[in-house]
């Protein structure tokens, strides 16, 4: 019993996103994302044709099912695109934005979807690493997209993958 404890780890379920997935959604978008979300942003853009999300919520929890990361997607005519995706912090390098994006490109190919886009800022190793080990591959590099606090600028990458 003590070593359980020792041991205890959260576990994640993937699920379809609902609206009162929102509010920890737009919350989390916030801590990993220079420009939060709005809850009614997300709510908003979940709401829209074409568009469905992805949660993981803690399954082993003791009172809720905290929001680990989620993932936002839209399919139009055979195409589809990464909104958004985040995983909290404390959970890098689990698994989960994983698990997310393979749900994404499920559901995607499930809708009709032939290809998956997504934009990425060129820096940002965990995301393009992801991206990577998922079978994207770059077909765009748009140079100075991305403008930091700080002023400096920075090249967003486009990528691809087929789903079929
Ligand atoms: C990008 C992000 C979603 C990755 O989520 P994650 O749950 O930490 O990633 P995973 O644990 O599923 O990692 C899967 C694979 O991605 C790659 N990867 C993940 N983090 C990485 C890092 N820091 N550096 C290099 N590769 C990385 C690895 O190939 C990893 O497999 P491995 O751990 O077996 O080597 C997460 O870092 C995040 O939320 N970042 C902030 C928001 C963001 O930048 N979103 C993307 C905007 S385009």
């Known amino acids: ?6 041991t205890w780890k959260p576990f994640f379920d993937i699920v379809p996103m609902k609206d009162s997935d929102c509010r920890p959604a737009s919350e989390l978008h916030g801590q990993r994302f220079a420009r939060q979300w709005s809850e009614g942003e997300v ?6 044709d074409g568009v469905f999300g992805f949660c ?5 929890a ?10 936002l997607s839209r399919e139009v005519a055979g195409e589809a695109e990464i909104l958004t995706i985040a995983v909290g912090e404390k959970l890098a390098r689990t698994g989960l934005g994983w698990r997310l994006m393979q749900a994404a ?3 995607a190919a499930v809708r009709g979807a032939e290809t998956m886009f ?4 060129e820096n940002n190793a965990a ?3 992801l991206y990577r080990r998922l079978g994207f591959s770059q077909v765009a590099r748009r140079p100075a997209y991305y403008a930091s ?4 600028r920075s090249a967003a990458l486009v990528m691809r993958r087929d789903l079929r």
């Open 118 to 121: 997504l934009e990425v800022e």
């Open 105 to 107: 490109l499920r559901e």
């Open 149 to 152: 606090a700080d002023g400096t």
């Open 62 to 71: 003791f009172f809720s099912r905290p929001l680990g990361g989620f993932v």
């Open 127 to 129: 995301a393009v690493g």
């Open 43 to 48: 709510l908003d853009l979940l709401g829209q």
């Open 56 to 60: 993981a919520l803690q399954s082993n």
């Open 1 to 6: 019993m003590f070593d359980d404890y020792l």
